[in-house]
Nanobody, 115 residues
Framework: QVRLVESGGGLVQAEGSLRLSCAVS????????MGWYRQAPGKQRELVAVITSGGTTNYADSVKGRFTISGDNAKNTVYLQMNSLKPEDTAIYYC?????????WGQGTQVTVYS
């Protein structure tokens, strides 16, 4: 059973920073990619950032230059460093990993940015 455990969400003032972590356990196969998605109230879930096992990264345009995704393959852990946060970054952030062709999700962590 693949399990994702997220941590690091919270309440922060605009222009502040937060760091999210997500640890994956229980996978029998190599994790091909890990990433972060977010869903704001009334909106669809959207990609924030993704990193492959080879280190290739991709970001949503709205977070480029402010957020940095990194991973530790040995620990099956992915991080999201979020700087210069804006109120529009407020959402539930979900960790995702892809094993073979299956996507797994964490339970989500709330990030709230106030001005």
């Amino acid at each position: 059973q693949v399990r994702l455990v997220e941590s690091g969400g919270g309440l922060v003032q605009a222009e502040g920073s937060l760091r999210l972590s997500c640890a994956v356990s229980g996978s029998r196969f190599r994790i091909n990619a890990m990433g972060w998605y977010r869903q704001a109230p009334g909106k669809q879930r959207e990609l924030v950032a993704v990193i492959t096992s080879g280190g290739t990264t991709n970001y949503a345009d709205s977070v480029k230059g402010r957020f940095t995704i990194s991973g530790d393959n040995a620990k099956n852990t992915v991080y999201l460093q979020m700087n210069s946060l804006k109120p529009e970054d407020t959402a539930i952030y979900y960790c995702n990993c892809r094993v073979l062709v299956i996507d797994y999700w964490g339970q989500g962590t709330q990030v709230t940015v106030y001005s």
